[in-house]
């Protein structure tokens, strides 16, 4: 049974930092390409980034190119999504999901594209 179990979630001024966690256990995090997405209030989830199972192909959202990062650490199958320069319109809950598929990376924008989903963590981002 795969599970996923994300952290780091708060609350932050804008143009602050925080750096989400997603925990992979039941199978190595290597069998997966990861991705992030985020629901805003009353909104769909929508996509924030993906990476393959390396750590070297990743793709970003247009709303977070240059603020976000997604990363890896396979040794310890964890995911990583560190935000900086934070905006109130970042506030939203986070998802950490996987894939068990092989495909481009840019491939993974959308929700169906993916297996397993962690419960999310609250990001709030406010004076």
């Known amino acids: 049974q795969v599970q996923l179990v994300e952290s780091g979630g708060g609350l932050v001024q804008p143009g602050g930092s925080l750096r989400l966690s997603c925990l992979v256990s039941g199978r190595p995090a290597r069998a997966f390409t990861m991705g992030w997405f985020r629901r805003h209030p009353g909104k769909d989830r929508e996509f924030v980034a993906a990476i393959k199972w390396m750590g070297v192909d990743t793709f970003h959202a247009d709303s977070v190119k240059g603020r976000f990062t997604i990363s890896r650490d396979n040794a310890k199958n964890t995911v990583y999504l560190q935000m900086n320069f934070l905006k109130p319109e970042d506030t939203a809950t986070y998802y950490c999901?996987?894939?068990?598929?092989?495909?481009?990376?840019?491939?993974?924008?959308?929700?169906?594209?993916?297996?397993?989903w962690g419960q999310g963590t609250q990001v709030n981002v406010s004076y």
């Open positions: 999901a996987a894939a068990g598929t092989t495909a481009p990376v840019t491939y993974y924008y959308t929700e169906d594209r993916y297996d397993y």
